[in-house]
């Protein structure tokens, strides 16, 4: 019986999580919070990770009654993300592996969702849609990799949403993308927004650069309150990436729609989702915050998946990587 120990740090989370066949036996996870009006800096970022990530793993390991001599494989995000979080989770990870004597498991990040979400939705082959502040992707496994049919072309929905909050100063705890949905719930005006669809892709960079410029004037005049900003936000962005999904849902055929990434958690985007799956005869499936929150345990998984056919990291490619696609992987635990 496998048991992977998986280490995430690619944007302000970090965590470890320790997953044998299937079964979740620990999920331990930090998150860097900054001031309202604050982003997360690369340097800061990585020095939080590197304060909390042993602290986890001994977490995990407890929690899993899992000693060193039980764990078979470290995974740990290649990449993508923020270049100085990944460097410390990666030392972590070559330090463990090396110790403990068991394979390196280098993990894309975005695989690590799709294979966490496969496991939890009981979906073997969904098409997926993939949300973060980092990534926006719509997602369907096809010949050993899982291709990309759409993406954003510039900045991901949860980047945009999270920079209204900091333009709001809305606070970052929990979440700026949860303190931005509370909000939207109390929206009354729905205010016209830039909407950019291309094809099976979407553009956010033109509709952030508005709300830039219309929002202190807007607020200034009474003409929008911050709960009818995110309220519009929310409807328009979402409404864009429902557009897309279904094209994506009609083309691949798909009977399941798998959402994962950290804006997944948002109830009004799978409310919109919801409809249009049912209308299409599709069934979505949603992954609950412990899961669609970065996490260890999602790495964890794609490395058992990856040590099971025997897809190991020579420590000498073993290196991090701030770009790095998710159609960049031969995905050969996969028929
Ligand atoms: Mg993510």
Not at 123 to 149: D, E, H, K
Not at 156 to 178: E, F, K, M, T, W
Not at 284 to 305: F, K
Request: hydrophobic share 40%; net charge positive; with cysteine.
């Amino acid at each position: 019986m496998p048991t992977v120990l998986g280490l995430e740090g690619s944007a302000n989370k970090v965590g470890a999580g320790i997953v044998r066949d299937g079964a979740v036996l620990s999920n331990r996870r930090a998150t860097y919070v900054t001031p309202p009006g604050h982003g997360f800096a690369p340097g800061p970022t990585g020095r939080h990770h590197r304060e909390r990530l042993l602290g986890l793993v001994e977490a995990a390991l407890r929690e899993a009654r899992v000693g060193p001599e039980g764990i078979d494989g470290v995974a740990f995000t290649k990449g993508p993300g923020m270049g100085a979080p990944l460097a410390v989770v990666a030392t972590v990870a070559r330090t463990l592996a090396q110790l403990w004597g068991v394979p390196l498991l280098a993990v894309n990040h975005c695989l690590g969702h799709i294979e966490m979400g496969r496991l939890l939705g009981a979906a073997p082959a969904p098409t997926v849609l993939y949300v973060s502040g980092g990534n926006t992707q719509v997602i369907s496994f096809s010949r050993r990799r899982y291709r990309i049919l759409g993406e954003t072309l510039d900045v991901a929905v949860g980047n945009c949403i999270d920079r209204l909050a900091r333009l709001l100063q809305i606070p970052n705890d929990p979440s700026p993308g949860y303190n931005v949905e509370q909000l939207a719930k109390r929206g009354r005006r729905l205010l016209s927004l830039p909407y950019v669809v291309k094809g099976l892709d979407v553009s956010f960079s033109g509709l952030l650069s508005h709300l830039q410029s219309v929002t202190p004037k807007l607020l200034e005049s009474g003409e929008a309150t911050p709960e009818d900003l995110c309220f519009s936000l929310q409807e328009t962005v979402f409404a864009m990436l429902t557009e897309v999904t279904e094209r994506a849902l009609a083309l691949t055929r798909a009977r399941h729609l798998l959402l994962v990434g950290g804006v997944a958690c948002n109830r009004r985007l799978q409310e919109m989702l919801q409809t249009m799956c049912r209308a299409r005869g599709a069934e979505l499936c949603p992954t609950d915050d412990r899961y669609c929150i970065d996490n260890g345990a999602m790495i964890a998984q794609a490395g058992w998946e990856m040590l099971r056919v025997g897809q190991v990291t020579e420590l000498s490619q073993s290196g991090i990587t701030q770009r790095y696609r998710t159609d960049e992987v031969e995905v050969t635990w996969r028929d």
